[in-house]
């Protein structure tokens, strides 16, 4: 895994993080209405995950993969197409809504959260340290 592409995925884990994070504080406080600046992070958080995996699709084409355990083919599952379903469904979710779209977002969110993750571990390797030390260098 590059550089770039490491610490891309790290942004998009910590994203999906701080839209969760957000949109609890959100509930928490029984807004109705999506902040415009929740709805930036969101449209950001989106769009990187297609870079990340444009990216991806690259790395493969000249040839890098993934090495590790045996389910390290699972990375690019992991890593793109379900997250990329999760949030579109997010999205679907929150323009059913009238009020209190960041629901919507929350679960995409979260579920795109763990499968970003997950993609990651495929990666890096499962303990905390392990990630923890491929995350940051």
């Known amino acids: 895994m590059t550089v770039a592409h490491r610490w891309l995925g790290t942004v ?4 999906f993080v ?20 929740m709805r930036a992070l969101q449209h950001w958080t989106e ?4 870079v990340q995996t444009v990216f991806g699709i690259g790395l493969l084409l000249v040839g890098r993969r993934v090495v590790g355990p045996a389910d ?4 690019s599952l992991y890593g793109s197409l379900f997250p990329l379903v999760a ?10 809504r009238e009020t209190r779209q960041y629901i919507g977002f929350a679960w995409g969110a979260f579920f795109a959260f ?4 997950r993609a990651v571990q495929t990666a890096c390797g499962v303990g905390l340290a392990e ?7």
Request: glycine share 10%; with cysteine; proline share 2%.
């Open 18 to 37: 701080a839209t969760m994070v957000w949109s609890l504080l959100l509930l928490v406080l029984r807004r109705g209405e999506t902040p415009l600046g």
């Open 47 to 50: 769009n990187l995950l297609v």
């Open 87 to 96: 949030v579109i469904g997010g999205r679907l979710a929150a323009l059913r």
């Open 114 to 117: 763990g499968l970003t993750l």
């Open 72 to 75: 390290a083919w699972l990375h």
């Open 12 to 15: 998009i884990v910590l994203m």
């Open 131 to 137: 990630l923890a030390s491929c995350m940051v260098r």
